[in-house]
Nanobody, 112 residues
């Protein structure tokens, strides 16, 4: 089973940027980023397929970009113009997600 490790979160002010990384122990055809805000369900954020086809949820279009580096087995989530409502724990997983592959996630906090 492939293991996924997320990193890159932190505390930033509104309008700032962060880049999250998801390192996989093996190759995955479709990788998704998800997030869970306090008291809410975990939601899908972005997806990338092995051919670099991408898709992002409407609330982050124009601000978030997903990309991947096959040589490093790493998927990135570039987050620009961050908003307070982007505050959440961010996770990567397959798409659709597999229950046994959720990692610890990385906390993103956007606050002034």
């Amino acid at each position: 089973q492939v293991h996924l490790v997320e990193s890159g979160g932190g505390l930033v002010q509104p309008g700032e940027s962060l880049r999250l990384s998801c390192v996989a122990s093996g190759s995955i055809y479709i990788v998704g980023w998800y997030r869970q805000a306090p008291g809410k369900q975990r939601d899908w954020v972005a997806t990338i397929i092995s051919d670099h086809t991408t898709n992002v949820t409407d609330s982050v279009k124009g601000r978030f970009t997903i990309s991947r580096d096959f040589d490093k087995n790493t998927v990135y989530l570039q987050m620009n113009s961050l908003k307070v409502e982007d505050t959440a724990v961010y996770y990567c997983n397959t798409f659709p997600p597999m229950s046994g592959m959720w990692g610890q996630g990385t906390q993103v906090t956007v606050s002034s």
